[in-house]
Structures are given as structure tokens and as C-alpha cells.
């Protein structure tokens, strides 16, 4: 018995360790999160990849699973049907119902780029005109640029945009097949200054760059854009002065049902490496928190809010009253369960009740027995009785357990044995001796 006894124990710690590891092993595996991004080739996609190698590479507690997007009204689609936790947003992409931001990626500034002869002075005399409209990525600016130029009045049918590429952009331009073109950029853009630099070195064309009017107002009528800047000389000469504008901004973007608490610790991670992402990344994507007190496109999620605001809330302190009620609701359930087994007969009785249990039956089986072979058997019974609890368990064991020792009640009934054998077989034992000794062993 002591045997199976410590097996039971030894059961019982390693199957406790386990459950420690695999606690512990849930706990410290990172947590995979399906990002939305496109269309393929664009620099938003290139900029996730590396981020999701960096987050791999500095061992955060979150992964990026890319999942590919025909551009950012595809990814709000996905966003809002719960195919991705995470989607790569423009905040002029009306299409999001349910997009919250955790971080802006990226910022881009609208600027007007003209020919010096070609009369234009401001944007309303880009009525009528050529005006093309360069694509950065896949998606498509012109019903941005459309919107802006409404607020000036500007119809639909008054203006003649053309979406191009850049060198399609360069090539017109060069060709005077139009006297200008809209950029939604960063104007610290490598590819943009360098298509700047062409225009004005190898094709010796004089440009002015412009930024937008009334941006202020802009930016308060419509809520996907912000006031930007371009700064003096951004594009070598270019523009003379620093010119006030407005801009869009591509936003990494989860839905609500993400819990605040990922939302914290993601944010808090993103932050940190973006460092190494510029380092890691040579493009114009800066990581910054969304500002949490402006009325904006995508409202900050409720999880970033806490960690711009320092309220963020560890796991224990979140969700306490869920960990108590846990641990009561485990402490009844346990007792309940403990309480049937022991109503059903599947509990184990205590060694010292189950040896009591067993030495009351072998004492009704001798009080009843009419012949020396019966106590013979009863003797062999008890015998191996005694060998099993010596061998399996011993009497130290036994006292452990807090169980009186029975080594008074088993000499005592061996010696009833003796004397009931002694009684059958007519040898040396009074009937009164007899009676004596079997109501004691009765009580």
C-alpha cells in the first residue's frame, strides 16, 4: 500500500507540473494577429513585412500573418467581417464601419505640382486643365482629390484628372501633355524628390510646387484629412517658401471586438521597435500613436487611448474579480465533486478504516464458525492481512496518517483466533474463557 501510495503522489506532483508548464506555456507564447494589407507590390506591404520580421526578430509578444488586400477598402471589408484582427487603412477610405486605430504608420501631404508657364496660380485654375494624378501605391487618390476640389467649388465635370505612375507622370509632363499633377506624399519621399530632381534636371522644366488653401477649414469639414506642411525647399528648390496643406494617413486599424488589453500591449510593442523599423526599412513610415483628444476618421481604440493616457491595467488587475470568482466557483465545484464520490462509493477510505472494515469481517466470519477448517481459512485471511499492511503500508506510515496503532487490536484478535480453534477442536479452553473473549470482540 505504501508503494501505490507514493505512485499515487508522484501521479499526482508530475501531473501538477504539467499543468504549470502548459500554463506557463500559453502564457509566454506569442500571439498571432492577421493583418490585412495591399494591394501586392505597394510600400505599405513591404513596410509590414518588415515589421513583422522585426517583431519576430526582437522577440515581442505578438506576430504579424499578412494577409493580402486589393487596397485599403478590400482590407476595411475584411476588418468589419472578421476575417483579420488588424487591417492597413487610409483615413480618407470610407468604407471601415468598425475600424479603431492602434497606431499611424505613415502620413501623406497633398501637393500640386505645376509647370512655372502654365498659368496656374491656385487651385481653382486647375479648372479645364490637364492635371494628372500620381499613384504611390495601387489605390486610388482621385476621389480624394475630388473632394478637395469640391470644397473650391469645382465640379466634377470642371475637372480633367488623370491617374498616372510616376514616370507616366514624368513622361507627360516632359511632353507638356499636361500642365501639372497631384501627389498625396511624404515629402521627405526619396522616389519623390528623385522624380522632382528629373523633371527639373533632365528635362530642364521650371515646376512650382503648392500646397492647399484653406486647410484649416479642410481639415475641420472633412474628418479623414489633417493639416500638414510642406516644408521650404522639400523638393530642392522647391517650394520657395514653407506651404500649409492638408493630408491623409495610413493607420494600422483593428475592429472593437479586439480586447483592450491586446490592443495596450500591441501598442506598447509597436512602439518599441520602430526604432529598428526605420533602421530595418528605408522609407518614410514613422510609427506614432493616434492623438486620443480630436475628432478624426479612426477614434483611437480603447486599449491604445489607455497606454497614451498611462492607464493601461495589468492582467491581474483587469480582470481580478474574474480570477476570485474563478478560483470560488473552482473551490465549490471541487468540494461538490469530492462530496458524490464519497456518496457513491468512489472514494478511497483511509487505511485505518479500511483495515477496521476488514478485521470486523474476518471477526463476524469467526464468531460464526463451526469448524477448525473455517478458522483455518479465517487464520490464512488474517495472516495475509497482517503481511499486506507490513509489507505495503507499515505501522510508521500508518501512524503518520494520524490512525491509532493496531497492534494491540490484531494481537488480540489472533489470540481469539487461537481460542476459537482451541474451542472446536475440544482442547484445554472453558466455555466461560470462551464467551468472555467473544463478547469482547464483539464490542
Known sequence: MARQLALRRLAVVLGGLCLILAAWYLAVRPT???????????????VL?????????THQPYRFKLVRANG???????LDKGTVDLAVLRSDDQEGKDARSIVILHKR????????????????DIANRPIGITNVDADSYKPMVEKIMSHFELGEDELKLQEMSRK?????????R??????????????????????????????????VPSHQALALRFRELHKSEIPEGAFGLQPPEDEDTVGITLELAASSRLSEQTATELTKSLMEVRGRLRIAQALTYNIETPPVDEERRFLPHAGTAAFVNSESKTLLEQYSEYIWLGLFGVGIIGSSVAGVMSWAGLKSEAPADT?????????GRLEAATSVGEVD???????????????DYGLRSLAEEGAPDPSPWLNTFAGLIGCRRQLLEGVSSTPSAEVTRMSAMRS
Not at 109 to 124: C, N, P, Q, Y
Request: without cysteine.
Open 109 to 124: 501631404a497633398f501637393a500640386l505640382v505645376v509647370r512655372k508657364d502654365s498659368g496656374i496660380e491656385t487651385l481653382r
Open 178 to 211: 499636361i500642365d501639372g499633377f497631384v501627389m498625396i506624399i511624404n515629402p521627405a519621399s526619396k522616389p519623390t524628390r528623385e522624380m522632382i530632381a528629373e523633371l527639373t534636371g533632365k528635362h530642364k522644366l521650371e515646376v512650382v510646387v503648392k500646397g
Open 377 to 391: 481459512g479465517i487464520q490464512g485471511d488474517f495472516d495475509d492481512l497482517v503481511l499486506a499492511l507490513m509489507r
Open 355 to 363: 483495515l477496521a472494515e476488514q478485521v470486523r469481517v474476518l471477526a
Open 72 to 78: 485599403s477598402a478590400d482590407a476595411s471589408a475584411m
Open 168 to 176: 507616366e507622370t514624368v513622361d507627360a509632363m516632359a511632353q507638356r
Open 32 to 46: 498571432t494577429l492577421r493583418v490585412a494589407v495591399g494591394a501586392a507590390g505597394s510600400t505599405q506591404v513591404e
Open 49 to 57: 513585412e518588415a515589421l513583422a520580421r522585426v517583431l519576430r526578430d
